[in-house]
């Protein structure tokens, strides 16, 4: 089996990394407006004032994305640029750009594909005690409200949150992502369920009011361990390492797949954490959280190898010097892409989309005016070769999405770390398609077949 003709391909991208307009129209802030300006917080100290400046070039962006053969899109809505201070008024400008930008898409073709919560938290609500704050529930609920009356006559695919486990442990726990709160585990695991409250409080607001019938998901991340040889003790280790909880730490997938899909927190790690980071579960919360999903969105980029120690426990490989890594030092492991979906897909039994999955690479424009770029393009091809192998394992696979569209603002990286299929000059705001562009369009229009040359 290989990739279904209904199989989708896109490109994926965020409101903050790449609108730039910040304070354009009436936009409130985020919580990465002061971050960025925080002293070493984020390389070169660069922000998002401007970024790839969509919010100005959104024709332009839709005309390239059009070029690439893209059937589908997915981008975030900015909190704060449409409820500057996070509840009570609306901007109506903040609307009228989404409403532009969903209307192109539609004109070219292109379905949206819309992630309510991409991090840009609004700044006004943080001031509010942010995600530690229960009502932080209600809050969510408000904006989604307000994005599914506006949009879901023309949006039918909703993903709530991308990667909690991003913004809880390095937003809440490590300090290196906005909002830079340095909290115990404690702490973390309370901002953890009210964000995963507010994910289930924005299922049930999609699924009451939406106009058109709505396919509703997330994006979160999929920490994988690949196993380091086919064999069924070693596949069972990775098994093993990526769905138990073996550190005091919220980096994994099953604390927040666990409590969404099967109702409750996974026991290994209530007993890890102890009672007294035990989350603040009150009557009825995991009823909230746990709706039902159609589909499981998962952001694979790497993956750890391991084989099976004397107990069938994972016991990680070392990478030999010079094993392959992007511009980013991420190492390369193209079957994450086999093994993630796989295993999660076994443990959920829901359809799987690739909501992300690509690499930061030293690109430039070359003197015959190209962005060659075959770094891309070999790691795009054998992460894809995994992918259709998992497809053939069984899994159910509906879609990949490729990290990014657009270089565009790495966050703590700043614009260092090159992602895009489309190179943009960040003093000019030139785009310019890279090669990988190109490949992915024949992808594309092959519906896989030309991964095989
Ligand atoms: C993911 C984020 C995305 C982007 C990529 C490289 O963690 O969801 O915004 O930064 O990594």
Redesign the pocket.
Same mark, same amino acid.
């Given at each position: 089996m290989t990739f279904s003709s209904n199989f989708l391909w896109g490109a994926?991208a965020?409101s903050y990394?790449i609108e730039g307009a910040t304070t354009a129209d009436g936009a409130g802030l985020s919580i990465f407006d002061p971050f960025c300006r925080r002293p070493g917080a984020v390389f070169g100290g660069h922000n998002g004032d401007v970024a790839c400046d969509h919010y100005h070039r959104l024709d332009e962006d839709v005309a390239l994305m059009k070029q690439l053969g893209l059937r589908a899109y997915r981008f975030s809505v900015s909190w704060p640029r449409v409820l500057p201070t996070g509840i009570g008024k609306v901007n109506e400008a903040g609307l009228a750009f989404y409403d532009r930008l969903i209307d192109a898409l539609l004109a070219a073709n292109i379905e949206p594909w819309l992630t309510l919560f991409? #991090?840009d938290y609004p700044l006004a609500l943080y001031n509010r005690g942010g995600w530690l704050n229960r009502e932080s529930v209600a809050w969510f609920a408000e904006f989604s409200q307000v994005i599914v009356d506006r949009f879901s006559d023309r949006v039918s695919k909703w993903m709530t949150i991308? !990667?909690p486990q +991003?913004f809880i442990k390095f937003g809440y726990g490590d300090g290196t992502l906005a909002p830079g709160l340095k909290l115990g585990l404690d702490e973390q695991t309370r901002a953890c369920h009210h964000a995963l409250m507010a994910h289930g409080a924005c299922v049930q607001v999609i699924r009451a009011r939406a106009k058109l019938p709505p396919t509703v998901g997330w994006?979160v +991340?999929g920490r994988v361990d690949v196993p380091a040889t086919d064999s069924p003790t070693d596949i069972e280790a990775a098994r093993r390492g990526s769905m138990n909880i073996t550190q005091p730490d919220l980096w994994n997938n099953t604390w927040y797949a666990d409590p969404v899909i099967a109702g409750h927190y996974p026991e290994d790690g209530l007993k890890l954490f102890g009672p007294a980071a035990a989350p603040p579960v009150e009557r009825g919360d995991l009823q909230l959280i746990n709706q039902k999903l159609d589909f499981y969105g998962v952001?694979i980029?790497d993956g750890r190898p391991v084989k099976a120690d004397a107990n069938g426990n994972p016991e990680p490989i070392t990478f030999p010097p010079g094993s392959p890594q992007t511009a @980013?030092r991420w190492w390369i492991v193209p079957p994450s892409l086999r093994w993630g979906p796989r295993f999660l897909f076994e443990r959920y039994k829901l359809p799987i989309y690739i909501t992300?999955n690509?690499l930061?690479n030293i690109d430039w424009v070359s003197l015959d005016g190209k962005v060659h770029d075959p770094q891309r393009i070999d790691y795009t091809q054998r992460y894809l070769l995994e992918l259709e192998r998992a497809i053939s394992d069984g899994a159910d696979i509906r879609g990949y999405f490729h #990290?990014?569209l657009l270089d565009n603002f !790495? #966050?703590a990286a700043g614009y260092k !770390?090159r @992602?895009g299929l489309i190179h943009v000059d960040f003093a000019t705001g030139t785009r310019t398609p890279k090669d990988s562009a190109t490949w992915y369009r024949g992808i594309i229009e092959s519906n896989g077949r030309a991964l095989h040359g």
């Open positions: 994926a965020s990394q991409h #991090w991308n !990667e +991003v994006a +991340v952001n980029y @980013f992300e690509g930061s #990290w990014s !790495e #966050w !770390e @992602f």
